[in-house]
């Protein structure tokens, strides 16, 4: 963490917030701050190689993994490249050279150090920060009996929009501060080890960094400490002399160098883990034989590296390298909130965060504030970003990855748990309290029959209505049978017809439906062969715009039941299904049987899920039940497999509102040697918008 942010940035900062840079080095830390104890929490849980990304993309999906995984790697890279930019400029003071093109050689040798292993880096890393943390104190101990208190005033003099955006251009000194949890597997005592240090390095970052800013702004000119690119050893010239200098100068080519290769460590391993979860080509998983580090994504990340200390502007660089990590702090944040609203059962950190949510909403709220502050360039470039691994995912990912996680689960429980409470009403009302048969040619009178009899089977007892409009002129008089009319008056239900020759069917069923407060409207679906296709697309036209329920029966004639298939084709059952399959199998004295096919590529996890909301189902049926839930890659078969015995099957839509009988379930239905009843709800209620949009992110 320790480098550029400390060593190149406060003379830029300086300019554009004047003394108040010492203000905002703090708040930056703070803002910092919630994404640590975050972080901290989420790496004791789970600490695999990855990271950031992979507690992102296990919280809430490999979407919005994607996209952190994309900012952590730009941010990390960006900063490696200001670092290695800012570390030529020091080189300066005892040589001259070309800048840009000895920042990109540094680069390759940095690329060539990592590639023999982390066991390595890690050895030089220690020595380097040492030695850094020693020169800083040392800077601060002498500088400060030489600052001059005119030198603070006026502390705002650029005001407070010039403090928040030098607060949100120094926010790049804290990147990495994190990044020991992309190293997790390789990290002894992980539960101890990185909570302590994480939260250890914000701790000192937060009193080292405004001190040494301090005593630079103390010590130094406005003139000669504004848009510096060396500021420590600007500021050091004031008071330690030309060997002094050469000392400071010394120390920062150190840290810059440590800062440098820092990034390439962590950065490297986040293309490692998304080709491990199958979000980047399998190429960048390879990992070298004798040195154990990811060889694939420190070569691509040595190229990045190389082409930007070539050709970005070193402020540009800060500001992109801060806008990223500023995007993925307030996920990172997100994160923590989905796992600890998920109550998952693996979910068991050694840290936890205090005070928990409240930093979590105070780092999510202030890292997206700070990203309006960092002007247009780098704003652009955290939306191109989105953007990016929006489409890298959906062209790239969607078809690979893995798409469980936390905000999934947690989604589908509420969800299940809404719609468990549905069915639960929807069963305990009973039958329906008027029901609308519809009887038209060419339906045969024997099906006719079934109609009303399905009807007999839905009806409330004592006090429901059935009523019969009939456009066939064959069975007038016939529909209802008398056998049919003594069992509805047995049942206490009231049984009126009507005769209709009119040629506006769907027009009066329409008005019939609004005016008389049906509430479920039953029909016969025939194929859509020829002869019959004005009466499908009639009857489509009542499905897509009845205010009631509807049940079309397909295929044979509904006799004895006893056994009745409910069927999921995709999200959780309409509650309605649940409630007409209970009334049925009730009358019936029949057994219910939810049949459910999952991906192949499915983790056991959803399986298990869909089995307990199956069980919650069964204790609100008044029947018996059983269940099948099997992975499967065809979907029509395997369903048609499981629902072999039934007498019975029930389709529909799964939770949302559907237009017309789709392609699926006819697939499904003409598969069956049973009858088939399609259940259609247009007054399903449908999760919030919020919610929606969140299940977008996660699918």
Same mark, same amino acid.
């Given at each position: 963490m320790?480098?550029?942010g400390i060593?190149?940035l406060?003379?830029?900062a ?5 003394p ?7 708040l930056?830390g ?12 989420m790496?004791?849980?789970?600490p695999?190689?990855?990271?950031t &990304?992979? &507690?992102?993309d296990?919280?809430m999906g490999?979407?919005?993994g994607?996209i ?6 730009f ?6 490249s200001f670092?290695?930019?800012g ?9 001259e $050279?070309?800048?840009r ?19 390595q880096?890690?050895k030089?890393q220690?020595?380097?920060v040492?030695?850094v943390?020693?020169?800083?104190a ?5 500088g ?6 005119e ?7 650029e ?5 928040f955006?030098a607060?949100?251009v120094v926010f790049?000194s &804290?990147?990495g501060?994190t990044k ?5 597997? /390789?990290?002894?005592r992980?539960g ?8 250890t ?10 001190a040494?800013v301090a005593v630079?702004v103390?010590v130094?000119?406005?003139? /000669?400490l504004?848009g510096?690119e060396?500021p420590i050893?600007?500021?050091?010239a004031?008071?330690?002399g030309t060997y002094?200098? &050469? ?6 080519v150190l840290a810059?160098?440590?800062?440098a ?5 962590a950065s490297? =391993? @986040?293309?490692?883990a998304m080709?491990?979860?199958?979000l980047?080509?399998?190429f960048?998983?390879?990992i070298g034989k004798k040195?154990?580090?990811p060889v ?6 040595g190229i990045?590296?190389i ?7 070193l402020i540009e660089?800060a500001?992109?390298?801060?806008a990223?990590q500023l995007l993925?702090f307030?996920?990172?944040?997100l ?7 998920s109550?998952l059962?693996?979910y068991?950190?050694e840290?936890r965060s ?15 504030l700070?990203?309006?502050?960092m ?12 953007f ?7 062209v790239?990912?969607?078809s ?7 905000a999934r689960?947690?989604l589908?429980?509420?969800e ?5 409470q549905?069915?639960? %009403?929807a ?10 048969v519809?009887i ?5 009178p024997s099906r006719?029959q079934t109609l009303f009899r ?7 007892? %004592?006090g429901?209505?059935?009523h ?5 002129a =064959?069975?007038r008089g ?5 056998a049919?009319?003594?069992?509805a008056e047995?049942l206490?239900i009231?049984?009126?017809?009507q005769?209709y020759?009119?040629?506006?069917r ?6 019939f439906?609004?005016r008389e ?6 029909? #016969?679906l025939?194929?859509d ?8 697309r ?5 499905r897509e ?6 049940v079309?029966l397909?295929? =044979?004639?509904?006799?004895?039941? #006893?056994?009745i298939?409910i ?5 959780p059952y309409?509650?309605?299904k649940?409630?007409?399959a209970?009334h049925?199998?009730? @009358? ?7 049949? $459910?096919v999952t ?10 899920s869909?089995?307990? @909301?199956?069980e919650q189902?069964? /204790?609100?049926?008044?029947?018996p039940? %059983?269940?099948?839930v099997?992975?499967a ?5 395997t369903?048609?497999?499981?629902s072999?015995?039934?007498?019975l099957?029930?389709?529909g839509?799964?939770? $949302?509102?559907?237009?017309?009988v789709? %392609? ?8 069956l040697?049973c009858?088939?009843l399609?259940v259609?709800t247009?007054?399903?209620e449908?999760?919030?918008l919020l919610?929606?949009g ?6």
């Open positions: 320790i480098g550029s060593f190149v406060p003379g830029l300086f300019k554009i917030a004047g108040s840079v010492i203000l905002a080095f703090f930056a703070l803002v910092v701050l919630p994404a640590a104890i975050s972080q901290s929490e790496a004791t849980a789970m695999e190689a990855g990271g &990304y992979l &507690y992102i296990r919280a490999p979407l919005m994607t952190a995984g994309f900012g952590v790697w941010s990390l890279v960006f900063k490696a670092a290695l930019v570390l030529s400029a020091y080189l300066e003071f005892f040589v $050279h070309p800048e093109p000895l920042a990109a050689v540094l680069a390759i040798l940095l690329v060539a150090l990592n590639l023999r292993g982390l066991h880096t890690a030089l220690s020595i380097l040492t030695i943390l020693a020169l800083l040392a800077f601060i101990i002498f400060m009996p030489n600052t001059q208190p030198r603070f005033e006026p502390f705002l003099s005001g407070l929009q010039g403090l955006s607060t949100a790049v &804290y990147i501060v020991v949890a992309s190293v997790a597997e /390789e990290v002894k992980p101890r080890n990185i909570p302590l240090s994480i939260l390095s914000v701790g000192i970052a937060l009193v080292l960094y405004p040494v630079m103390g130094t000119p406005a003139a /000669e504004a510096t060396t050893l600007t500021a050091a004031q008071f330690l002094g200098q &050469y000392i400071v100068a010394g120390v920062a810059l160098l440590s800062m290769n820092a990034g390439v460590i490297a =391993r @986040y293309p490692f080709a491990r979860n199958s980047a080509p399998p960048l998983a390879k040195s154990g580090a694939a994504g420190i070569t691509v990340t990045a590296l082409l930007l200390v070539l050709f970005v502007p660089l500001k992109l390298a801060s990223f993925v307030a996920l990172v944040n994160a923590l909130i989905a796992f600890r609203e109550h059962d693996w068991k950190p840290f205090p005070f928990y949510p409240a930093p979590q909403v105070f780092g999510i709220v202030a890292s997206l700070l990203l309006t502050q002007g247009i360039v780098p704003l652009v470039g955290a939306i191109v970003l989105v990016a691994g929006v489409g890298w995912y959906r790239f990912g969607k690979r990855a893995v798409k469980e996680s936390a689960d947690a589908r429980l509420r299940n748990a809404r719609l468990v549905n069915s639960r %009403d069963v305990t009302t009973g039958g329906r309290k008027h029901v609308l519809l038209r040619r060419p339906t045969r006719q399905l009807a007999l089977r839905l009806t409330d007892a %004592d429901g209505r059935i019969v409009i009939n456009f066939d =064959r069975t016939m529909i209802p049978t008398e049919d009319l003594a069992r047995e206490g009231t049984v009126t017809t005769q020759t009119d040629e506006d769907r027009g009066m069923v329409h008005l439906v609004e407060g049906v509430d479920l409207f039953i029909a #016969d025939p194929q062969v020829r002869a019959t296709r004005h009466v499908t009639d009857l489509r036209w009542l715009n009845l205010v009631c329920d509807s079309f397909r295929n =044979r004639s509904v006799e004895d039941i #006893d056994r298939a069927l999921g084709t995709g999200g309409d509650p309605v649940i409630g007409i209970d049925i199998a009730r @009358y019936e004295d029949a057994s219910v049987r939810f049949v $459910h991906p192949v590529d499915a983790p056991p996890a959803l399986a298990e869909i089995h307990e @909301y199956h189902l069964g /204790e609100i049926l008044t029947v039940w %059983d269940d099948r099997r992975p890659d065809d979907l029509v078969k369903l048609t497999r499981f072999r015995g039934a007498n099957v029930i389709l839509a799964p939770s $949302h509102r559907f237009h017309v789709t %392609d699926l379930a006819d697939r499904i239905a003409e598969s040697d009858p088939v399609l259609h247009p007054t399903l449908r999760p919030g919610t929606r969140i299940q977008w992110l996660i699918n």
